[in-house]
């Protein structure tokens, strides 16, 4: 059944590295101001790029000098997830929808699974058999074969993802920043194994044109309504000049480091005074958490909360560590005030648990460098 909702459809085809991870942003932007409809946007980079996540410290994440000796890219998304490296063997889909539109789920867990959904069913059609996995996952028999994330933007929700066809796992092994290359090999060899692609699964892959063509029918399946042929209007594309000014900004790159300088000075210099400063890694079925803080008499002066996780409003993060500072590290008042955090603020952290945060935090706040 069509419903009375008309989304539209946009495929740009290849686009320069920056413009695939701002046009979404753009259109969301403008789906926010009521100047646009819901849409949904298929498209590749016509050169490789390196992504990184929102909630990502750069130089921890990425190998900075390898990108530059390769002339690879580096973009800061305004989606959760981990650093990747991304190129024309990808198809992007982009799904960009009023929270205002009844048919829009409320949850980010339900908005997965819902526009997850199509690229599931396409794979099957040309014969590999794909399911979802909460919370963001498409799998094939324990292997991912689709990467995603979502946030919102105003009064507009975002989900990509990507179709892919085939993929560069050497690159990608190279650009991540590990502490050695005994690790590095051992990345490579997990990727490689949890890791698949059209390609890999199929002795004939299908060309490219005929996968969209099943994709774009799949998502008029599941939505329920038809995808309109339609452009990027003018105040999208201005919006998307402008976007890629602030992108290409160094200061949009270093955000991250850019919040919490201080703190980062501290670890790097080593400098502590009265003060003590604990680090940990935290793994979550969400992703990898990261955490650095300084305390003093058992409370917390400073702390820093990144890793590859989603966390939405994705700038409500930064509120929650500062909300911290002044905090006893003892585990029930931190659980007791980041509760009343995430539902205040109605914060959602799919995979990743208040007590995952609560945890890590305390641990950090214990584990002096």
């Known amino acids: 059944m069509i419903l009375n909702t008309q989304w539209r459809f946009l495929d740009l085809g290849d686009l320069p590295p920056l413009s695939t991870q701002v046009v979404y942003h753009a259109v969301a932007e403008a789906v926010d101001r009521g100047v646009a409809p819901n849409t949904i946007i298929f498209c590749s980079p016509n050169s490789p790029l390196v992504c990184l996540g929102y909630h990502q410290e750069l130089e921890v994440e990425v190998d900075l000098e390898y990108c530059r000796l390769r002339s690879l890219p580096v973009v800061r998304r305004i989606l959760g997830g981990g650093a990747v490296y991304l190129d024309n063997d990808q198809l992007f889909y982009q799904v960009i929808a009023s929270k205002s539109d009844p048919g829009v789920p409320s949850s980010i867990e339900e908005i997965f699974r819902r526009y997850l959904a199509a690229p599931v069913r396409t794979y099957n059609d040309i014969g590999i058999p794909a399911t ?28 990509t993802g990507n179709i892919i066809f085939d993929f560069n796992f050497d690159e990608m092994t190279r650009i991540l920043k590990v502490p050695s290359e005994k690790f590095r090999d051992k990345v490579a060899k997990t990727l490689r194994e949890r890791l698949t692609t059209i390609k890999k699964e199929l002795a004939e892959p299908p060309a490219r044109e005929p996968v969209k063509q099943l ?10 309504s038809e995808l309109s042929d339609g452009e990027l209007s003018s105040e999208e594309l201005e919006l998307m000049r402008s ?16 919040e919490h300088q201080h703190l980062i000075l501290k670890r790097n210099l080593k400098i502590t005074g009265r003060s003590f400063l604990g680090e940990v890694a935290h793994k979550t079925q969400g992703g990898l958490l990261r955490v650095l803080v300084e305390t003093v008499d058992n409370r917390i002066v400073d702390v820093m909360i990144t890793g590859d996780f989603s966390f939405i409003p994705k700038d409500h993060l930064r509120m929650l560590e500062r909300e911290l500072k002044g905090t006893e590290t003892a585990n029930e008042i931190l659980m007791t005030k980041i509760q009343r955090l995430y539902k205040e603020y109605d914060i959602e952290s799919p995979g990743m648990a208040v007590e995952d945060i609560v945890g890590a935090v305390a641990a950090a706040a214990a584990r002096k460098i």
């Open 243 to 258: 976007l890629e000014t602030e992108y290409s900004n160094p200061s949009w790159l270093h955000s991250v480091e850019n």
């Open 132 to 159: 979802y996995r909460p919370v963001n996952d498409i799998e094939v028999e324990g292997r991912k074969i689709s990467g995603s994330g979502a946030t919102e933007v105003g009064s507009s929700v975002v989900l």
């Open 215 to 224: 994709l774009r029918r799949n998502y008029e399946l599941t939505l329920g």
